[in-house]
């Protein structure tokens, strides 16, 4: 159940990815680039989303916002599957995304509820599991759909995914908060927790990190299909090279696991923002070197793969660095800083995606500079812990 849940966000964003070029014929065809939104509005509803669910599942118990998020999904992606116009459909897409977030936030907090140690553990790594392999198979999925029907059935079967879950949470899961664990929402909590937030240096500097990185990311996911279709001309196979990438993703997630108690985490950060500088720096330069047509497929491939590893060894390492001086306010903090840095993801992703024009310049020289500022801040910070260290 609670895999379902978290995988219900990779099967919106991905399922959707071979379906873009139908949308844009359909309802932008003046400017395709714009069927890209149909992931940023999503992406940014959900990061709206983050803000709320959790303080409200915290006052009001897990079964009405898991149960009120499904449902509302569920009535979003059949509005979507109607929709005539890609102003109605963006909305749609924006609401699917608040939804979701439910899900994905209180699913984990049920866990929380229900278990301890290492049993928590292990509920926590099977989710993780079936959550990793989900990005791997939705374009897959999404292009089968395609092959039989229209970009709406796409539509048609997140409002199933979300009946599903719905059906599975109102019939086996019981309420896991109970009345006197409850706590009510205060804005003046909130205000308390933002405030601590900003002004713990580790956290300020791990949300900057996280939003530059969580831009990088969705700057690729929103532009890979494009780039598959009309650089490489593969858009009958890119669900399948989506596919080893995300697997390669959740190989890095297991090796940073194993990795991160030998060499911390403030290692594997920098290593990874320094490669990917390296290897951004190298496709920009050969980008510009060459017409798009002689761009070598394989090398494309392997900097999809970079990202991701990116993201993988970067995201949960940036997570605990900043819950460490925080455990206080674990909860609002993890909200707080997951709805900052997704919305200022979206905002920076989605002009680079608007930006394709045919080739990896405009990708590919965004990412070099948001990996090497990255790059940067993560240093500066390794260096005014080692100052700081160095006089007490």
């Known amino acids: 159940m609670v895999a379902l849940s978290f995988a219900l966000i990779a099967f919106?964003?991905?399922?959707?990815?071979?379906?873009?070029?139908?949308?844009?014929?359909?309802?932008?065809?003046?400017?395709?680039?714009?069927?890209?939104?149909?992931?940023?509005?999503?992406?940014?509803?959900?990061?709206?989303?983050?803000?709320?669910?959790?303080p409200i599942s915290d006052a009001v118990g897990r079964r009405p916002v898991l149960i009120g998020g499904a449902l509302l999904y569920a009535v979003a992606a059949l509005l979507a599957a109607l929709s005539n116009s890609l102003e109605v459909l963006?909305?749609?897409?924006?609401?699917?995304?608040?939804?979701?977030?439910?899900?994905?936030?209180?699913?984990?907090?049920?866990?929380?509820?229900?278990?301890?140690?290492?049993?928590?553990?292990?509920?926590?790594?099977?989710?993780?599991?079936?959550?990793?392999?989900?990005?791997?198979?939705?374009?897959?999925?999404?292009?089968?759909?395609?092959?039989?029907?229209?970009?709406?059935?796409?539509?048609?079967?997140?409002?199933?995914?979300?009946?599903?879950?719905?059906a599975w949470v109102g019939g086996r899961l019981p309420e896991t908060l109970t009345r006197e664990k409850r706590a009510p929402m205060r804005l003046s909590s909130l205000i308390s927790a933002s405030q601590e937030v900003f002004s713990n240096p580790v956290a300020r500097t791990s949300m900057v990190l996280q939003s530059l990185i969580i831009g990088m990311l969705f700057a690729m996911l929103t532009s890979v299909q494009q780039i598959y279709g009309?650089?490489?001309?593969?858009?009958?196979?890119?669900?399948?090279?989506?596919?080893?990438?995300?697997?390669?993703?959740?190989?890095?997630?297991?090796?940073?696991?194993?990795?991160?108690?030998?060499?911390?985490?403030?290692?594997?950060?920098?290593?990874?923002?320094?490669?990917?500088?390296?290897?951004?720096l190298l496709v920009l330069t050969l980008s510009l070197a060459v017409a798009p047509e002689q761009m070598p497929f394989a090398l494309f491939v392997i900097w999809q793969c970079t990202v991701f590893l990116?993201?993988?060894?970067?995201?949960?390492?940036?997570?605990?660095?900043?819950?460490?001086?925080?455990?206080?306010?674990?909860?609002?903090?993890?909200?707080?800083?997951?709805?900052?840095?997704?919305?200022?993801?979206?905002?920076?992703?989605?002009?680079?995606?608007?930006?394709?024009?045919?080739?990896?310049?405009?990708?590919?020289?965004?990412l070099f500079v948001m990996a090497l500022v990255s790059w940067l801040v993560m240093r500066g910070l390794n260096r005014n812990e080692a100052t700081t260290a160095a006089a007490e």
């Open 12 to 54: 919106s964003i991905d399922a959707m990815l071979p379906a873009l070029p139908q949308i844009a014929t359909e309802l932008s065809s003046q400017d395709p680039n714009k069927a890209q939104l149909v992931l940023s509005t999503f992406l940014l509803g959900m990061g709206i989303g983050f803000f709320f669910v959790g």
């Open 90 to 166: 963006l909305l749609s897409r924006f609401f699917m995304g608040v939804c979701a977030a439910g899900p994905r936030i209180v699913g984990l907090a049920v866990v929380r509820d229900l278990f301890k140690g290492r049993d928590m553990a292990q509920v926590v790594s099977y989710a993780v599991m079936i959550f990793t392999l989900a990005p791997a198979v939705a374009p897959a999925v999404g292009a089968a759909i395609l092959l039989f029907s229209g970009w709406r059935s796409i539509f048609v079967a997140f409002f199933i995914f979300a009946v599903v879950l719905l």
């Open 230 to 280: 009309e650089i490489f001309g593969r858009a009958e196979s890119f669900p399948y090279w989506f596919a080893i990438v995300a697997l390669v993703s959740g190989v890095g997630s297991m090796a940073n696991a194993k990795l991160v108690t030998r060499l911390g985490m403030r290692v594997i950060i920098s290593f990874g923002l320094a490669v990917q500088t390296c290897v951004s």
């Open 310 to 366: 990116m993201i993988a060894t970067s995201m949960g390492n940036l997570n605990a660095m900043a819950m460490e001086p925080l455990g206080h306010i674990a909860g609002l903090a993890a909200s707080l800083m997951s709805a900052i840095s997704t919305v200022c993801g979206v905002v920076i992703a989605t002009p680079i995606g608007q930006m394709f024009d045919g080739t990896l310049r405009p990708i590919s020289g965004a």
